[in-house]
């Protein structure tokens, strides 16, 4: 079930610059890399269903061309960098309606073993693609590092993508930064850019999931391995392809989307032939 929001009545207006963005020119790909990597997840899909995604794709990138997107939501009151704790679950409750929703977002059931932690605000969401591809606003929300659907356990709660949970400004305080911040276990160095595009099919993707200009920035680059992505909750249908990993980090700030402006922060994902694990 999705965390997104029915966020229609949010303010449009205000700073519609994001955090964190890489100004950096990027190299040339191919014109299907120029997509974001969550609307070619390595999942696929059996006939005859196959055709729905696609289909519903199609259906979306219309109605951008024929309706425009959604302004950027209001911001944060927290910024990108500061700490926060999430507040308990008896006060997260009290913001919550019958569908444990607050202004149409979802508390889901992984975010409630963040909920007396501290965390850093990764990223001010104002404006994301949904899980239905369409363009949505949404205000007062940010990411936190860490603050993943796998959950705050040792277990992982989630689906396997390590998607960034949403969390409204209503169950976050401010915090002092945690004097000590756990050491990561293993380590992966991105491969060249030549090496990679050797991987590639002419359209800029392995296995359907795009490398994405903004992804080349990132070669050279020594850094921890997350998790390997293994996507569970899927219906039978469906079956994940390729080994894919999460680097410690790393995720999509919107530039597949640029002129959309998507805040979803979605991890980015590298295929095995494109790292060199330690």
Do not use: K
């Not at 009151?77 to 929703?101: H, K, P, Q, Y």
């Not at 219906?235 to 640029?258: F, K, S």
């Not at 402006?261 to 979605?266: A, L």
């Amino acid at each position: 079930m999705s965390q997104l929001p029915a966020d229609t009545n949010a303010d449009a207006t205000g700073d519609t610059a994001r955090s964190g963005r890489l100004a950096l020119p990027a190299p040339r790909l191919p014109m299907q890399a120029a997509r974001c990597q969550y609307e070619g997840l390595p999942i696929h899909a059996r006939p005859p269903f196959g055709v729905l995604r696609p289909t519903r794709l199609i259906r979306e990138h219309a109605r951008e061309r024929l309706t425009g997107v959604p302004g950027p939501g209001r911001p944060s009151a927290f910024e990108v960098g500061s700490w926060v704790t999430v507040r308990s679950a008896e006060e997260i409750r009290t913001t919550l309606d019958a569908d444990d929703r607050l202004g149409g977002l979802w508390f889901t059931a992984s975010q409630w073993s963040f909920c007396g932690g501290t965390y850093q605000v990764e990223h001010v969401v104002r404006r994301m693609l949904d899980d239905h591809y369409r363009m949505r606003r949404i205000s007062r929300t940010v990411t936190l590092r860490g603050g993943t659907c796998a959950g705050a356990g040792a277990e992982d709660e989630g689906c396997g993508l390590g998607c960034a949970l949403l969390f409204r400004d209503d169950w976050l305080r401010s915090a002092a930064a945690p004097t000590a911040v756990p050491a990561p276990q293993r380590f992966a160095t991105v491969r060249s850019l030549q090496e990679i595009q050797q991987t590639l099919d002419p359209d800029g993707t392995l296995l359907g999931v795009p490398f994405h200009a903004a992804m080349a920035r990132h070669v050279g680059r020594r850094l921890p391995v997350l998790r390997q992505v293994t996507p569970r909750a899927l219906p039978r249908w469906q079956y994940p392809v390729g080994e894919w990993y999460q680097l410690d980090g790393l995720r999509c700030l919107g530039e597949p989307l640029a002129e959309l402006g998507c805040d979803r922060q979605c991890a980015l994902l590298w295929h095995r032939s494109w790292l060199t694990f330690e």
